[in-house]
């Protein structure tokens, strides 16, 4: 089993930046890839970014250029780091990791981002 803990979502002005943490606990072995899904009131979840094992990463179109995925192994963490937000990516942002038999999800952490 693995458990995540997200934080770093909030309020935003338009053109402003937020950092979004993911912390792993557990049996953080097995994670190979992890990465970031957002769901818009009444959309269905779409994929923000990923990044593997290798650290190769992998952007949504909406997020490329604006969007940054890292992950540190030593603290089983990914990041997201969000810049030039806009209105359009309020939503609430989710981390998860591949395991090596499931995928695992956060809670989810809001992001809202005024215009």
């Known amino acids: 089993q693995v458990q995540l803990v997200e934080s770093g979502g909030g309020s935003v002005q338009a053109g402003g930046s937020l950092r979004l943490s993911c912390a792993a606990s557990g049996s953080t072995f097995s994670i190979n890839g992890m990465g970031w899904y957002r769901q818009a009131p009444g959309k269905q979840r779409e994929l923000v970014a990923a990044i593997t094992g290798g650290n190769s990463p992998n952007y949504g179109d909406s997020v490329k250029g604006r969007f940054t995925i890292s992950r540190d192994n030593a603290k089983n963490t990914v990041y997201l780091q969000m810049n030039s937000l806009k209105p359009e990516d309020t939503a609430v942002y989710y981390c998860?990791?591949?395991?090596?038999?499931?995928?695992?999800w956060g809670q989810g952490t809001p992001v809202t981002v005024s215009s």
């Open positions: 998860y990791v591949n395991g090596a038999v499931a995928v695992y």
